[in-house]
């Protein structure tokens, strides 16, 4: 049997490596015995050609799995080491890495979870996993001139309509039916956490970086409507937010009141990026 290409090879290798079983039902799942291995990796009295590459296969798996829970402690303090175990496992199975990075391993993870058997009785257990990966992603994304309070100090009012307002790209909105920032923060304060309370309608939690460090805060359905206009690109004008508030509250005064509290909040968070 001619001996398998360098590329051939490779692609075995990453197969076998990656499988869900180990090596051995690998082997045994794709029909290959396992002498197979014999004519490409070497085996000795030590380990044979299976144990050998199977060394290979556990650290392909753990080195993962430790990434996942770097990226979602609070996911794992809420089920448990061997429930996130069985969960990482069966998430890598349904969504291999494709990416040279494992930096964008457990970006799936939070569709993942909802689906998952474990959110049945929990079905806060994908948005607190959603709230975890936008502090992941928010922390690489791009830096940008944030707006400062005193570059509006000699805006006319009557310019105030044209003020466009945009967020800072390093920001997410996390909707949330449940307070998953209240476990988040237990966690984070090495107390044990309960199971999130329903939240009120419109409750979502607000992902930014502020300079080098992540936060992020509830916020409630007045202030969310306002983040769901400001947060994508191109973001909008303070006059169309005064009136999508308004045609959503019904009045034109309360609009206004609520768009210019948002603007002093996302100057006060440093949320909104110099145009």
Known sequence: ???PSLAELQRRFFELVTGAEGI?????????PERALDA????????????????????????????LRADYPKLVAMLGDGAFHDLA???????????????YVGAALPGFVTGHAAAATRPWLGELAALEWARVDVFDRAD?????????????PGDFAELRLVAVPASALVPAAFAVEDPWRAVEAG????????????????VWRRGQVVQHRAVEDGERRALELVLPTPGTTFGALCAA?????????AAAELAARCLG??????????G
């Open 1 to 3: 049997m001619p001996r």
């Open 89 to 103: 496992t069966g998430y890598l199975q349904a969504h291999p890495s494709r990416h040279p990075s494992l930096r």
């Open 24 to 32: 051995a039902r690998e082997l045994a799942a794709r029909g290959i």
């Open 191 to 206: 107390a044990a956490p309960e199971p999130p309370a329903r939240a009120a309608d419109g409750h979502a939690v607000l």
């Open 144 to 156: 940008a001139e944030v707006l400062a309070r005193e570059s509006l100090a000699g805006l006319a």
């Open 265 to 274: 909040q996302g100057l006060a968070d440093e949320l909104l990026a110099r």
């Open 40 to 67: 490409i990796i070497a085996g000795d009295a030590r380990a044979s050609a299976v144990e050998r590459l199977d060394v290979y296969a556990n650290m392909y798996f753990f080195r993962i799995l430790d990434v």
């Open 245 to 253: 508030l308004g045609e959503a509250l019904g009045s034109d005064a």
